[in-house]
T-cell receptor
């Protein structure tokens, strides 16, 4: 059973366009994290959201945690080629010792 | 401290051979995790250490897999009698607490031929 489903699975856009990636679950998470992974490397933490409804901004990236703490979104404004990568959401459930990772969204930004 | 270090970066082995990977976490982090990632998928949890104690193992971790973290420092992951289905990227991560987020190493890519 996949706890976290991400959509879309693949996304190819032109430089300068905006995009949104979704991370959905039927489970409640105490926190949710977003990572970006480049080919041949490990994921790198971008942000952690903890409170339902929380919005965090990281330059051109906006992260939102759903009110019920079951879903999250990542919005990128004016995408750049450097944003290319695999975006992963990961959830932390109360009592669990590990993060559950989503299926990933592979983003390609074309110059 | 330069982050989480994993060795080797790449390993090609013949089916049936044993392999061992090493992970050196961030020294201040007491938690260490091993994950496996196949192409096009998110990382899947394998096992978790708090200091030297292995506190959780996934059902993915068959009897052919063993992990250790002697003295709560570096960790090793051994796969015995490798199978082609073991081909994957093996990622190590360390953290203070789960909600603080993980710092991952660059991974070890295993190819079983």
């Amino acid at each position: 059973t996949q706890l976290l489903e991400q959509s879309p699975q693949f996304l190819s856009i032109q430089e300068g366009e905006n995009l949104t990636v979704y991370c959905n679950s039927s489970s409640v998470f105490s926190s949710l994290q977003w990572y970006r992974q480049e080919p041949g490397e490990g994921p790198v933490l971008l942000v952690t959201v903890v409170t339902g409804g929380e919005v965090k901004k990281l330059k051109r990236l906006t992260f939102q945690f759903g009110d019920a703490r079951k879903d999250s979104s990542l919005h990128i404004t004016a995408a750049q080629p450097g944003d290319t990568g695999l975006y992963l959401c990961a959830g932390d459930q109360t009592g669990a010792n590990n993060l559950f990772f989503g299926t990933g969204t592979r983003l390609t930004v074309i110059p | 401290d330069t982050g989480v270090s994993q060795n080797p970066r790449h390993k090609i082995t013949k089916r049936g051979q044993n392999v061992t990977f090493r992970c050196d976490p961030i020294s201040e982090h007491n938690r260490l995790y091993w994950y496996r990632q196949t192409l096009g998928q998110g990382p899947e949890f394998l096992t978790y250490f708090q200091n030297e104690a292995q506190l959780e193992k996934s059902r993915l971790l068959s009897d052919r897999f063993s992990a250790e973290r002697p003295k709560g420092s570096f960790s090793t992951l051994e796969i015995q009698r490798t199978e082609q289905g073991d081909s994957a990227m093996y990622l190590c991560a360390s953290s203070f607490q789960t909600f603080h987020g993980y710092t991952f190493g660059s991974g070890t890519r295993l190819t079983v031929v």
